[in-house]
Structure formats: C-alpha cells, structure tokens
C-alpha cells in the first residue's frame, strides 16, 4: 500500500491549507486513516482520524479549526486547516489501517509563518 500525500506549504497565520493523502495498492479495505504532525524538535503526534463509519476524533489543539474527511471511492483522506497559527507549522503524515496493518505516507511540509 502506498500513500501520496500533498497540499503542503507556507501560509500565514489565519490562513488556511488542506492537505491530501491518497492511498493506492491494495484491494484490501481501509479502516480507519489518520493525520499526524512532527513540529520540528517535537515527536510525532496524533492530528485527527476518521474511521470507516465517518466517525471523527482531533486533538484538542485543532477543534474548531480542522476537519477530516474521506472519499472512499478515491481512498484518500482530507485534511482541510483553517485559522492556522505559528505552531502549526510541521509536517504532516498520513496513515491507513489496511487489514490492521498501518500503512505511512511520506509528509508534507505545512510552514505557518507572517
């Protein structure tokens, strides 16, 4: 299973980004998928998951501002990023369960700056 991830790039405080992450590969259906973010000299942290009923769950840091969403007939998941503030800034991941296995895509770089 490969996953593409994009959208990444600068933008400044109050703007808004969203963010890609299509997942080919596999005929094996994809349960839950994920955002993360690593601010840089931070370890990697959990952004927000959807699971395969649209279920929903963010980080307290993003509610309000973020939301994920999926197409399954694409196999992607979105991640739309609004009011974006200076510790924002990081890259982000993207993640797939497949037949209970995580599957990673490579980041992209969102950079939060005036």
């Known amino acids: 299973v490969q996953l593409q991830a994009s959208g990444g790039g600068l933008v400044q405080p109050g703007g808004s980004l969203r963010l890609s992450c299509a997942a080919s590969?596999?005929?094996?259906?994809?349960?839950?998928m994920y955002w993360y973010r690593r601010a840089p000299g931070k370890q990697r942290d959990l952004v927000a998951l959807i699971n395969g009923s649209g279920g929903t769950v963010y980080v307290d840091s993003v509610k309000g501002r973020f939301t994920i969403s999926r197409d399954n007939a694409k196999n992607t998941v979105y991640l739309q990023m609004n009011s974006l503030k200076l510790e924002d800034t990081a890259v982000y991941y993207c993640?797939?369960?497949?037949?209970?296995?995580?599957?990673w895509g490579q980041g992209t770089l969102v950079t939060v700056s005036s």
């Open positions: 993640r797939a369960d497949v037949s209970f296995r995580p599957y």
């Open positions: 590969g596999s005929s094996a259906s994809i349960t839950t």
